[in-house]
C-alpha cells in the first residue's frame, strides 16, 4: 500500500523559466520552417502544432490507474498513460484519415468522434468488469463529491486505498480526452498529407495519383510516430496515475502543452524537409 499511497516528491510546480525557453525555442523552429518553407510548409507546421498540443492537453483527461488500479487499489483504466492515450489517439486518426477526402473539419471531426467513442466504449467495459467482476463500486479518492452527479464518495471508498472503479466524472473525462486527442492526431495526418500531396509530384516527377501510396504512408507514419511522442510525453508530466481533470495532478497541463508544442513543432519540421529541401 506504500506504493498507493506515496506522492510525487518533485514535477508539481511549475518551472516559469523551462517554459519561456520552451516557448523561445517553438519560436525559433517556427522561424526556420518560414525561412525555409513560408507558404504551404510553415501552414503545416502550425497545424501540427496545434495537433500535439490537442494531444498533450487531451490526455490529462484520461483516466489512468495502471497497476494498482488492476487491483482495485485506484481508480482508472489499469494500463499507462502513453498507451491508453496513444489507443484512443490512433482510434481516431483511423476514422479521421477515412473521411480525409470530405474535408479538414469533417475529417477533424470524425477523427474525434472516433478516440471518444474508443475511449467511451472502453471506460464502460471497464467498469463493468470492476463492478461484476471484481466487485467493487467506483469510488474517487482525490474529491468527497463527483463534481457532475453530486454523488458522495468516501462511503465507498476501501480503507487502505486510493479509490477504485471508474467514477461518473472519470468516465467524461475518458470521452473528452479521446475527441481531443483523436482530433489532434488526425489534424497532425491531414496537414502532412496535404503538404506531401503538393510536393511529392514534383519531388519525385510522378502524378498526384502515383503519389498518394507514398503520401498516405508518409503522413500516417510521422502522425503516430508524432502521436506517441506527445503521449509519452504527458505521461512523464503526470508521473503515475491520474483519475480525470478532477485530479490535482491535471493543473500541470500548461507544462505538457508547452512540451508538446515544441516536441510537435521540432518533429513536424523534420517532417517538413524531407520534402522541401
Known amino acids: 500500500m506504500t506504493a498507493v499511497a506515496a506522492k510525487p516528491a518533485a514535477g508539481g510546480a511549475m518551472n516559469p523559466t523551462a517554459m519561456v525557453v520552451g516557448l523561445v525555442l517553438l519560436v525559433i523552429i517556427l ?3 518560414w525561412k525555409v518553407s513560408p507558404g504551404l510548409g510553415l501552414m503545416a507546421l502550425i497545424g501540427m502544432v496545434v495537433g500535439g498540443v490537442l494531444i498533450g492537453f487531451g490526455t490529462h483527461f484520461v483516466p489512468v490507474g495502471g497497476a494498482p488500479a488492476a487491483m482495485g487499489q485506484a481508480p482508472g483504466i489499469a494500463t499507462g498513460v502513453a498507451m491508453l492515450a496513444a489507443g484512443a489517439g490512433l482510434a481516431g486518426l483511423f476514422g479521421g484519415a477515412w473521411a480525409a477526402e470530405q474535408g479538414l473539419v469533417v475529417a477533424v471531426v470524425t477523427g474525434a468522434i472516433g478516440g471518444g467513442l474508443m475511449m467511451a466504449i472502453t471506460c464502460m467495459m471497464v467498469n463493468f468488469i470492476y463492478v461484476f467482476g ?3 463500486p467506483a469510488a474517487s479518492g482525490k474529491v468527497k463529491v463527483d463534481p457532475i452527479t453530486g454523488d458522495t464518495q468516501p462511503e465507498f471508498k476501501s480503507q487502505g486505498t486510493e479509490g477504485h472503479g471508474l467514477p461518473f466524472v472519470s468516465f467524461v473525462g475518458g470521452v473528452i480526452g479521446g475527441i481531443l486527442a483523436g482530433g489532434g492526431g488526425t489534424l497532425i495526418y491531414l496537414m502532412l498529407l496535404d503538404l506531401y500531396k503538393a510536393t511529392l509530384p514534383t519531388l519525385m516527377k510522378a502524378t498526384e495519383a ?6 498516405i504512408s ?3 507514419i510521422f502522425a503516430v510516430g508524432m502521436f506517441l511522442v506527445n503521449a509519452v510525453l504527458t505521461a512523464y508530466n503526470i508521473t503515475g496515475t491520474i483519475e480525470g481533470p478532477h485530479d490535482p495532478k491535471f493543473k500541470r497541463w500548461p507544462r505538457a502543452v508547452v512540451a508538446s508544442a515544441v516536441a ?3 518533429c513536424g519540421l523534420a517532417a517538413i524537409l524531407i520534402v522541401v529541401v
Not at 502515383?210 to 503520401?215: D, S
Open 210 to 215: 502515383q503519389i498518394m501510396p507514398v503520401a
Open 218 to 220: 508518409a503522413a500516417g
Open 264 to 266: 510537435s513543432a521540432l
Open 31 to 33: 522561424g526556420i520552417c
Open 134 to 136: 471484481m466487485g467493487i
